[in-house]
């Protein structure tokens, strides 16, 4: 059974949480600080959290922050603020997924299963490994190197990774992307143009000239195998 951590100082929402997931079958705890939720992951090891933006003690980005500092935990975040640069600045910090307030909590249920089922999913038998100078990722055991050294990826930051990566040369565009990786077939595009910034950051020598996840104008972004001379434009 998947162990869920809500973290919500509204009780009202964190209760109407807790119940719909625990009739979904999952383990949940719940605590209504940022500092709290610090420990009860330290102490329990969650398969997820979801974790309000406003806390008291410390915010829910610095909570993310900090999770994804120590293990790769998924994280959806949950936001009272409808404002692009909200959701974005979450995006930015780790978080796997979002929700707006007020959101069903069907709808929430439903996100909380596809990023775990994306969290444990694993390639089929030969899927092998994919190099691209400096970056070597092993699609069946769902890591990346970079160097030699680890790197640290969100569940979402792997899966457009590993997709961009097993379509070389092939440009698509943000709502191809969100719904061939995220599985949305509506949402906002700008979660993917957040995604690929962090992944450049990650595997990318310059990232302000990325060379190997380069912005097609018009388009979209591909995965360029062979770098190309003088590199590409960010976007």
Request: glycine share 8%; net charge neutral.
């Amino acid at each position: 059974m998947p162990r869920v951590l809500v973290v919500d100082d509204d009780a009202t929402v964190s209760e109407v949480v807790d119940r719909y997931l625990r009739n979904a079958g999952f383990d949940v705890d719940r605590v209504a600080d940022g500092p709290a939720a610090l420990r009860a992951d330290e102490a329990a090891h969650y398969d997820l959290v979801v974790l309000d933006l406003m806390l008291p003690g410390l915010d829910g980005l610095e909570v993310c922050r900090r999770l994804r500092r120590r293990r790769p935990v998924p994280v959806i975040m949950l936001t009272a603020r409808g404002e692009e640069a909200d959701r974005v600045a979450g995006l930015e910090y780790g978080a796997d997924d979002y929700v707006t307030k007020p959101f069903s909590p069907r709808e929430l249920t439903l996100r909380v299963r596809s990023v775990l089922r994306r969290a444990h999913t694993t390639a089929p038998a030969g899927a092998g490994t994919v190099t691209a100078g400096a970056l070597t990722i092993d699609l069946g055991a769902r890591s990346a190197v970079r160097h030699g050294a680890p790197l640290a990826l969100t569940v979402r930051e792997f899966d457009l990774l590993a997709y961009l990566l097993r379509h070389p040369g092939r440009a698509f565009t943000r709502a191809e992307l969100l719904e061939r990786v995220w599985g949305w077939t509506y949402g906002d595009q700008s979660t993917v143009t957040v995604h690929i910034r962090r992944l450049r950051e990650k595997i990318e020598d310059d990232p302000k000239t990325p060379r190997l996840l380069t912005t097609v104008w018009g388009v979209g972004y591909r995965y360029d195998p062979v770098p190309a001379p003088g590199g590409a434009a960010a976007g």
